[in-house]
């Protein structure tokens, strides 16, 4: 299977950015999915979580309410919106099937950079 972030860039804070992620795979209807980030010296970390169905979401709590996980199952897409943006959320974003918290199902993709500037 392969994973491709797309959508990242450099964004001032409050602003806004849609990420998405495209699976190779057919099975991705049937994977729950996540978005995943690490920023620098930082472990990889789970920040929204989506039901194969999308129709179960769920977030970290340093994005919630700002961050929204959306799936397309007949395009094999997955989306994160992320509104009013914070210097934090700066990172490598990464999407995979849900393992853990930390780990993904599949082999990582390249991610996608985030940058918010204060």
């Known amino acids: 299977v392969q994973l491709v972030e797309s959508g990242g860039g450099l964004v001032q804070a409050g602003g806004s950015l849609l990420l998405s992620c495209a699976a190779s795979a057919s099975t991705f209807a049937i994977d729950h999915m996540g978005w995943y980030r690490q920023a620098p010296g930082n472990q990889r970390e789970l920040v929204a979580y989506i039901s194969n169905g999308g129709g179960t979401t769920s977030y970290a709590d340093s994005v919630k309410g700002r961050f929204t996980v959306d799936r397309d199952n007949t395009k094999n897409t997955m989306y994160l919106r992320m509104n009013s943006l914070k210097p934090e959320d700066t990172a490598v974003y990464y999407c995979?099937?849900?393992?853990?918290?930390?780990?993904?199902?599949?082999?990582w993709g390249q991610g996608t950079q985030v940058t918010v500037s204060s």
């Open positions: 995979n099937a849900y393992r853990t918290a930390i780990e993904g199902k599949y082999p």
